[in-house]
């Protein structure tokens, strides 16, 4: 029970984040320049984007959860589960960001489902 | 606008360093949270902020912190040019790495089983990995 909602945490807040990070950043615009002022421009103008904060909250309670998972279960265990934010990731990019997922973009999304089905198959 | 092939390459190098330093983090978390975790509690509030303490003066916990910090920022920088579901996928190769990180370095059993998901998802990776970097022309 306590890892059902652990793991739920991890992938929904965390893909969650991701998607409003991501949002936030297509706002800020392309990095066009390595150079560590640069870096650091961009990451102060990310800042200014209240996806970015929306985000950043939710994956911290994603990294949170990530914690408790890692002080019960085995590391090996614990990130491939969470590759089930792939579906949520391709379903998300599809809704939240209006991305284009190709058939051959949800075929590897199914071989991951399967994978992860396997790998917790493999825990019992 | 600089050049896709520019563009492409970045994109890779970035996603490196992703995989390294993403697995890396996530195994250094695993380690440090199995050296506090018996002293674990999140009730009365007390023991929350004794757990607190207990996790963050952990000096591993802080590494793997760092670890995931440089993987967050290569990131960061290859979302701002390409789309979360390329970036995220790919990067995800991460999977297979940490399995082989937590087989090495916290000698942690893994069923052929486990493996066989493992395979799979970076099958998974691998064709999804194959598909054009950007499709949304704007948010």
Request: aromatic content about 10%.
């Amino acid at each position: 029970m306590v890892q059902a909602i652990l793991f739920t945490l991890i992938v929904v807040a965390g893909t969650g984040g991701e998607l409003c990070v991501s949002r936030a950043m297509k706002e800020v615009g392309g990095a066009i320049s390595f150079h560590p002022r640069a870096i650091v421009r961009i990451i102060l103008r990310a800042l200014r984007v209240p996806w970015m904060w929306v985000g950043v909250g939710m994956m911290a309670v994603a990294f949170f959860s990530l914690l408790g998972a890692l002080s019960r279960m085995n590391v090996s265990f614990v990130v491939p589960v969470t590759a089930l934010s792939y579906i949520a990731g391709a379903l998300g990019g599809l809704t939240f960001l209006g991305e284009r997922v190709s058939p051959q973009r949800w075929l590897g999304v199914f071989f991951v489902a399967v994978g992860v089905l396997l790998v917790f198959l493999g825990n019992r | 606008m600089t050049p896709l092939k520019d563009s492409n390459l970045k994109t890779y190098l970035l996603i490196a360093i992703m995989v390294i330093a993403g697995p890396l983090g996530n195994v250094l978390l695993g380690k440090g949270m199995k050296q506090v975790g018996n002293e674990l509690s999140l009730w009365p509030p007390s023991h929350l902020l004794h757990s607190g303490l207990a996790i963050f003066t952990c000096p591993t916990i802080w590494l793997g912190i760092a670890s995931l910090l440089c993987f967050f920022v290569a990131y960061m920088l290859a979302l701002s040019w390409a789309d979360y579901s390329y970036v995220q996928p790919a990067s995800s190769l991460a999977y297979g790495v940490v399995a082989l990180l937590g087989y090495w370095m916290l000698g942690e059993k893994i069923s052929p089983l486990r493996w066989a998901g493992i395979a799979l998802i970076s099958l998974g990776v691998f064709v999804v990995g194959r598909t054009n970097p950007r499709t949304a022309e704007h948010v």
